[in-house]
């Protein structure tokens, strides 16, 4: 693909987290100067924008936790709907099965991550994202610092193998 690397809204997302998160949950920056420092970084405005808005549907959904509560129990089947299956290869689907069977993710986290995934403004998503997308979500629920720190060492193990903790 002739693409520029730093395309899509998912890459913004995870340029904000890399450079943030130590922030914590209630990282609140002024969205003005971080749109222009996203923009210096090469990011298009139209990609900041959809980054903005995809995080403040995440911050509702931890002062809302109850709406996806009918994520079903654990250990019952998740059926996808043609989207999600569009969207989630049987990579990714089977790796958020064995996150939910190693209980890193609760189904109320899964239906987060899921309703997080297909709200990017993305046509497939990778395995790497996904787990990027899962970070994200944890990061933002409270009591779920266990799963964050298992999922956190994963990806970045994979990403960076020389990353020291």
């Known amino acids: 693909m002739g693409s520029p690397m730093k395309e899509n809204v998912l890459d913004v997302l995870m340029y904000l987290f890399e ?10 920056p002024d969205q003005e100067s971080l749109t222009l420092e996203l923009a210096e970084a090469g990011f298009p405005r139209g990609e900041i ?22 994520g079903g129990t654990v ?12 969207k989630l290869s ?5 790796f ?29 998503i990778s395995l790497e994202q996904l787990k990027w997308v899962m970070l994200m979500v944890l ?9 964050y720190d298992f999922l956190e060492d994963m990806v970045f193990d994979e990403i960076l193998p020389t990353h020291a903790h």
């Open 96 to 124: 958020l099965l064995s996150m939910e069977h190693s209980a890193v993710l609760s189904p109320q986290a899964r239906e987060m991550v899921l309703e997080r995934v297909m709200a990017l403004d993305v046509e497939e």
């Open 49 to 70: 924008r959809k980054a903005f808005h995809w995080l403040e549907g995440l911050t509702l959904m931890r002062e809302q936790p109850t709406a996806l509560v009918h």
């Open 90 to 94: 049987a990579e990714c689907r089977g």
């Open 139 to 147: 990061f933002n629920q409270p009591g779920q610092e266990t799963a």
């Open 19 to 28: 450079n943030y998160m130590d922030d914590g949950p209630e990282f609140n």
């Open 75 to 86: 250990g019952s089947v998740r059926h996808y709907s043609r989207a999600e299956l569009e």
